[in-house]
T-cell receptor, first 115, second 111 residues
Framework: KAGVTQTPRYLIKTRGQQVTLSCSPI?????VSWYQQTPGQGLQFLFEYFSETQRNKGNFPGRFSGRQFSNSRSEMNVSTLELGDSALYLC??????????????FGSGTRLTVV | GESVGLHLPTLSVQEGDNSIINCAYS??????FIWYKQESGKGPQFIID?????DKRQGQRVTVLLNKTVKHLSLQIAATQPGDSAVYFCAETPNDYKLSFGAGTTVTVRA
């Protein structure tokens, strides 16, 4: 069974640009979450979706947004990129409505570098 | 074996020894806890979990202990192997929709 798939694996963008990252959850999983990982801040929660609805959002500026499609695939978008947005962006999926309580499986992440 | 009483960012352990990694969590409402292992270039990988109605749970070579009184979680790894070298994170669930992660401990196994 395929795991959580994130594309692309690596990305280099220029300050001011915008970027879209993609996540395909494990087949049948309906809850998808996004996390940002940096050396300084560690793993920080961005947002969580279930059945195309955002149920929770972390403390990130409005430049960070996401969505989930009817097939549970999810995308996140960052507009007006800043150098500090350089990070590993991780997607995680879970089977059921209780999301975190069911345990999350993580993808390998997208490494975003902003120059 | 090697053990730490408080959370330390790094832990060096001799191959074959036991390791103990500690974590303090912050939210009294959290009722589900998970330990993840992250190897270089990969996402966090589930190791073991525990619910708040338990104080100990064992897996293959790993044991998680939960002390709700002092909001402390620990991961014990028996007979540490080179493949155990990684960063280990504890995570708590303050609600159904997110995980809050600890700072992580980098474990290095000495041959």
């Amino acid at each position: 069974k395929a795991g959580v798939t994130q594309t692309p694996r690596y990305l280099i963008k220029t300050r001011g640009q915008q970027v879209t990252l993609s996540c395909s959850p494990i087949s049948g999983h309906r809850s998808v979450s996004w996390y940002q990982q940096t050396p300084g801040q560690g793993l920080q929660f961005l947002f969580e979706y279930f059945s195309e609805t955002q149920r929770n959002k972390g403390n990130f500026p409005g430049r960070f947004s996401g969505r989930q499609f009817s097939n549970s695939r999810s995308e996140m978008n960052v507009s007006t990129l800043e150098l500090g947005d350089s990070a590993l962006y991780l997607c995680a999926s879970s089977l059921n409505r209780q999301g975190a309580q069911d345990g999350y499986t993580f993808g390998s992440g997208t490494r975003l570098t902003v120059v | 074996g090697e053990s730490v009483g408080l959370h330390l960012p790094t832990l060096s352990v001799q191959e074959g020894d036991n390791s103990i990694i500690n974590c303090a969590y912050s939210n009294s409402a959290s009722d589900y806890f998970i330990w993840y292992k992250q190897e270089s270039g990969k996402g966090p990988q589930f190791i073991i979990d525990i619910r708040s109605n338990m104080d100990k749970r064992q897996g293959q070579r790993v044991t998680v202990l939960l002390n709700k009184t002092v909001k402390h979680l620990s991961l014990q790894i028996a007979a540490t192997q080179p493949g155990d070298s990684a960063v280990y994170f504890c995570a708590e669930t303050p609600n159904d929709y997110k995980l809050s992660f600890g700072a992580g401990t980098t474990v290095t196994v000495r041959a």
